[in-house]
């Protein structure tokens, strides 16, 4: 599981569903970013900022 394996990147998202981790270092430099492979990263990518839409609006009632 090696996360500079060309075979996995898709531009700037990493994809590989054999990879257990949801969060990897990037490719280049420092920082981290999701493992699309990987069902929890979706729910963060969408989950999260509908949970923020909601709670926002349910907040102007």
Do not use: C, Q, S
């Not at 054999?18 to 420092?30: A, C, I, Q, S």
């Not at 493992?35 to 839409?53: D, E, I, K, L, S």
């Amino acid at each position: 599981m090696d996360p500079d394996d060309e075979r996995h990147w898709y531009g700037i998202f990493y994809y590989d569903r054999d990879d257990p981790r949801v969060v990897v270092p990037k490719r280049y430099g420092w920082g981290r970013t999701l493992n699309y492979g990987r069902p929890m990263a979706w729910v963060w990518t969408f989950g999260a900022p509908a949970a923020v839409a909601v709670l926002t609006h349910l907040g102007r009632h």
